[in-house]
């Protein structure tokens, strides 16, 4: 598509439940990543695919965390047994190249979650 | 951990003026980027600049950037209200986990009053 598309732009859900975010990126662009912004805050890294190779989890902030990038395009971001603080907007972006390079990202309109 | 840190926070100009935002960071960096952010949610790259560059411009918009101290602005001449938004610094840095993906700042709030 002609931008990086996120789905649901909205999502309530209860506390201790599963959610699912879903990020489609640009079509050939072979870096992804997914970042978190609490509300009037920067945004924070949570996980970086590159490619074929082995996503950098790094910022992931519990295991309750975990993504998934199926055949190098769409990826999923579950989060389990959600709690109040994961509440946030789910910002992905993707980009031309991962290592040192000069490509800018393209984000996604986002996903607000709100447990509650 | 903060990597880039934006300066003011908040900042607030008659529509026709100048804005000017500037920002820190810590290590030694490959680019640093410049984005704009409306209402929460999605981010929009404005501009690029390397590390071996000191002055970049894109309409409206002028970067520079200080590596000896480690320090970017960004300057918006005659504002319109439409810029109104969050504008955000992204660095990549060199080496080390940080090369891989953009450390964002805080953000800077610029409000343009008609």
């Known amino acids: 598509g002609a931008g990086v598309s996120q789905s649901p732009s909205n999502k309530v859900t209860e506390k201790g439940k599963d959610v699912e975010l879903r990020c489609d990126p640009i079509?050939?662009?072979?870096?992804l990543y997914w970042y978190r912004q609490s509300l009037g805050q920067g945004l924070e890294f949570l996980i970086y695919?590159?490619?074929?190779?082995?996503?950098?989890k790094s910022g992931l902030p519990s295991d309750r965390f975990s993504a998934e990038r199926t055949g190098g395009s769409v990826s999923t971001l579950t989060i389990q047994r959600t709690q109040q603080e994961d509440s946030a907007v789910y910002l992905c972006?993707?980009?031309?190249?991962?290592?040192?390079?000069?490509?800018?990202?393209?984000f996604g309109s986002g996903t607000r979650l709100t447990v509650v | 951990s903060q990597q880039g840190e934006e300066d003011p926070q908040a900042l607030s100009i008659q529509e026709g003026e100048n804005a000017t935002m500037n920002c820190s960071y810590k290590?030694?960096?490959?680019?640093l980027q410049w984005y704009r952010q409306n209402s929460g949610r999605g981010l929009v790259h404005l501009i690029l600049?390397?590390?071996?560059?000191r002055e970049k411009h894109s309409g409206r918009l002028r970067v520079t950037l200080d590596t000896s101290k480690k320090s970017s602005s960004l300057l918006i001449t005659a504002s319109r209200a439409a810029d109104t938004a969050s504008y955000f610094c992204?660095?990549?840095?060199?080496?080390?986990?940080?090369?891989?993906?953009?450390?964002f700042g805080k953000g800077t709030k610029l409000s343009v009053i008609p």
């Open positions: 972006a993707s980009s031309l190249g991962g290592t040192i390079s000069n490509y800018g990202y393209t």
């Open positions: 079509s050939g662009h072979t870096a």
């Open positions: 695919f590159q490619g074929n190779s082995a996503p950098d």
């Open positions: 290590t030694s960096i490959n680019n």
């Open positions: 600049i390397r590390s071996n560059e």
């Open positions: 992204a660095t990549k840095e060199n080496s080390g986990a940080g090369s891989y993906q953009l450390t």
